[in-house]
């Protein structure tokens, strides 16, 4: 089992910056593909970017690609979202979650550890 925490939501005007954490306790997940995914209010959960384990490359969804960065610190079990030049259609709940197998994924389904996701609010 895997159990996920992130932190680091809150409130931010245009333009600003937050940088969210996934803290990862119950086994190590450094062979694991970790994800970011949104879900805004009346939409689906969504895929934002993750880090795959194996390699460390980086995924972005087209929306976020040059204003979001991923890293992960295996050391700390932690991943993090740095998400600057946020828009207001950024704004959602943001999920971190992790995968069982290492094989790369951005699809939802295929993620089986999720955190309880954390508040995203971008000002206009």
């Known amino acids: 089992q895997v159990q996920l925490v992130e932190s680091g939501g809150g409130l931010v005007q245009a333009g600003g910056s937050l940088r969210l954490s996934c803290a990862a306790s119950?086994?190590?997940?450094?062979?694991?593909?970790v994800g970011w995914f949104r879900q805004a209010p009346g939409k689906e959960r969504e895929f934002v970017s993750g880090?795959?384990?194996?390699?460390?490359?980086?995924y972005y969804a087209d929306s976020v690609k040059g204003r979001f960065t991923v890293s992960r610190d295996n050391a700390k079990n932690t991943a993090y979202l740095q998400m600057n030049s946020l828009k207001p259609e950024d704004t959602a709940v943001y999920y971190c979650?992790?995968?069982?197998?290492?094989?790369?994924?951005?699809?939802?389904?295929?993620?089986?550890?999720w955190g309880q996701g954390t508040q995203v609010t971008v000002s206009s």
């Open positions: 880090v795959s384990g194996i390699t460390g490359n980086t």
């Open positions: 119950g086994r190590t997940f450094a062979s694991s593909p």
């Open positions: 979650a992790v995968r069982r197998v290492p094989a790369w994924s951005r699809s939802r389904s295929e993620y089986d550890y």
